[in-house]
C-alpha cells in the first residue's frame, strides 16, 4: 500500500525541514514548495492526501492558495499555519474552506493530531441522502444537506441558527457522523439547563477537595468530547462570566479544571446552536462578540417548517408510519381537509410539534382517518384567512362543559352535520369531503342516532 503523500508550502526552509522530518516519523512523504506558484505546479503533477501552508508566502497568500484547492481539489483537506495569536488570519482561513490551522511556533503534538485527522477523511465518502432522520425533498433541505457535507470535512467552529424543533441537534450529529471524529464522542449539551454555579466545574471539570462537595475529580464536558465533537445547544443562555472562559477554552485549545494548577489540552471541534439571534444578543450586549466572531466562523440556517413547502405533507406520512408501527395499529390515513389544514398551518414549534400534533391525531382518531378535528390546531397559528374555517367546530363548543371525549365527540358531530348540510345530505359526498368511506361515515351516523338506515344517499333522511 503506497504512503500518504503531503503537500508542504513554506518560505522558511527550517519550517520545512521540520514538517517534512515530522511527516517521515509518520510514514507520510512528501513535496515541498516555497511559494503558491510551486505549489500549484505540485497540485498539477501529483496527487495528495494532504496540504500543509503558510499564511504568509512571496507571490501570495495562504488563503488563496486556500481558495485555489477549494475550487480545483475539493477533496483535499489544506490546513494553514499562522502566526502565534493571530485568530483573525486563522478564522479568515477558515471561512475561505480551510480544514484546520496550527500557530507557529509549531507545537508537534498538536501538528500530528492535525494531521492524523486529516488522513481519515475519506476521498470519496457517499453523499448524504435522506437517513430517516433529515427528511425533505425540498430545494431547501437538499441545499442543506449538501452544506452538511461540505462542513462535515472542516474542523472549523459551526454555528447553527434556526427556530426551536427545526432539528438543530440533529444536523450536528451528522456534521459529526460524516466528519473524521466519527469514531470520537458527540457530547451535547444545553448551555441553559446547567445551574450558574456549576457551569465552570460541568464544562471544565474539577480537582478532589477544590469545594465542598468535591469528594472526587470529575471530568467535564470538554475532556468528555477530546478528539470529538462538543455541541454547545442554546448557547446564548451562557452568562457573560461563563462567555469569557469558553472563549479562552476555544482560542487556547487547553482547559484548566477547577482546583487544578496546570491546564489540560483538549482537541474538540466545536458546534453551536440557539432559536435566538446572535447578531442581536451581541448587539444588546448578553453576548460577547469576541466570542460570537470565534464560534460563528461558518454559520449554517435550519429553515422553518413553512417555509418548506410540500415537505410539511412528507413528514406527516412519514411520522404517521412510524408511529403506526411503533404502536402496532394500521396507519391511517389523512383526510384531504386534514392535509389542507396542516399545509395552512404555521407551525411555531416546526418539526417537534408536527410529530406532537400527529400522535395526538393518531390517538384520537378511529376507523383509519385523521379528521381536522383530531389535529387540534391552535387558532392563532393559522394564517387570519383560514382561521374562521379551521376553528369553527370549537367556536360552536366553547361553552361544553363535559369531559374532553363528549367534547371530541360533539365537535365531531358538529363537522359531520356541517359537511351533509353543504351537500345537501348526500352521505356519499359527504364522506369524500370528510375524508372518510362511506362505511365510516355510516357507522358514526348510526353512532350519533342520526341514520335512518335508508340506502339512498341522494336524499335527506327523513328522521334527521
Known amino acids: 500500500m503506497s504512503k500518504p503523500l503531503a503537500l508542504i508550502v513554506d ?3 527550517d519550517i520545512r525541514e521540520l514538517l517534512e522530518i515530522t511527516l517521515a516519523r509518520m510514514g507520510i512523504e512528501a513535496r515541498s514548495a516555497d511559494c503558491v506558484a510551486a505549489a500549484e505546479q505540485w497540485l498539477g503533477k501529483e496527487t495528495f492526501q494532504l496540504c500543509l501552508t503558510d499564511m504568509n508566502l512571496p507571490d501570495g497568500s495562504g488563503i488563496s492558495l486556500v481558495q485555489t484547492i477549494q475550487r480545483d481539489h475539493p477533496r483535499l483537506p489544506v490546513a494553514v499555519i499562522t502566526a502565534y495569536g493571530s485568530m483573525e488570519a486563522a478564522v479568515a482561513a477558515l471561512k475561505a474552506g480551510a480544514f484546520d490551522f496550527v500557530s507557529k511556533p509549531v507545537e508537534l503534538p498538536r501538528l500530528r493530531e492535525m494531521v492524523n485527522t486529516a488522513l481519515r477523511l475519506s476521498q470519496d465518502e457517499p453523499e448524504l441522502a435522506e437517513d430517516g432522520r433529515l427528511l425533505g425533498r425540498s430545494p431547501t433541505m437538499s441545499e442543506l444537506r449538501e452544506k452538511i457535507q461540505k462542513l462535515a470535512r472542516s474542523q472549523a467552529p459551526v454555528y447553527i441558527s434556526g427556530e426551536s424543533g427545526t432539528g438543530k441537534e440533529l444536523v450536528a450529529r451528522l456534521i459529526h457522523e460524516l466528519g473524521p471524529r466519527v469514531e470520537k464522542p458527540f457530547v451535547p449539551v444545553n ?7 456549576l457551569m465552570e ?7 478532589k477537595g477544590s469545594f465542598t462537595g468535591a469528594s472526587e475529580d470529575k471530568q467535564g464536558l470538554f475532556q468528555a468530547a477530546d478528539n470529538g465533537t462538543l455541541f454547545l445547544d442554546e448557547v446564548a443562555d451562557l452568562p457573560l462570566a461563563m462567555q469569557v472562559k469558553l472563549l479562552r477554552a476555544i482560542q487556547e485549545k487547553s482547559i484548566r479544571p477547577v482546583g487544578s494548577p496546570r491546564e489540560v489540552p483538549v482537541n474538540v471541534r ?7 439571534d446572535l447578531a442581536t444578543e451581541v448587539a444588546g450586549g448578553r453576548f460577547r462578540q469576541d466570542l460570537f466572531y470565534r464560534i460563528n466562523v461558518i454559520q449554517l440556517k435550519v429553515p422553518p417548517l413553512r417555509d418548506r413547502g410540500d415537505d410539511i405533507l412528507y413528514l406527516a406520512q412519514a411520522f404517521l408510519k412510524r408511529l403506526s408501527n411503533d404502536w402496532g395499529v394500521d396507519e391511517p390515513v389523512l383526510s384531504d381537509e386534514a392535509r389542507a389544514a396542516l ?6 414549534g416546526n418539526v417537534r410539534e408536527l410529530q406532537n400534533i400527529l400522535e395526538r391525531a393518531l390517538t384520537l382518531c378511529d376507523h383509519g382517518s385523521i379528521l381536522p378535528v383530531h389535529l387540534q390546531l391552535p387558532e392563532q397559528a393559522f394564517a387570519p384567512e383560514v382561521r374562521e374555517v379551521a376553528t369553527a367546530p370549537a367556536t360552536a363548543n366553547e361553552n361544553f362543559g363535559g369531559s374532553l371525549e363528549d367534547y371530541l365527540v360533539e365537535i365531531e358531530k358538529s363537522a359531520i352535520l356541517k359537511a351533509l348540510e353543504e351537500t345537501r345530505w348526500n352521505r356519499t359526498a359527504a364522506a369524500k369531503k370528510l375524508g372518510m368511506t362511506f362505511r365510516s361515515l355510516r357507522y358514526r351516523l348510526k353512532k350519533m342516532g342520526l341514520d335512518d338506515d335508508s340506502s339512498d344517499d341522494e336524499g335527506s333522511p327523513s328522521g334527521a
Request: aromatic share 14%.
Open 343 to 348: 399545509r395552512r398551518y404555521a407551525f411555531p
Open 11 to 13: 518560505d522558511e526552509p
Open 201 to 207: 466545574s460541568e464544562f471544565f471539570g474539577h480537582k
Open 270 to 276: 466545536i458546534v453551536s446552536a440557539t432559536h435566538r
Open 191 to 197: 448551555c441553559g439547563a446547567i445551574p450558574t454555579e
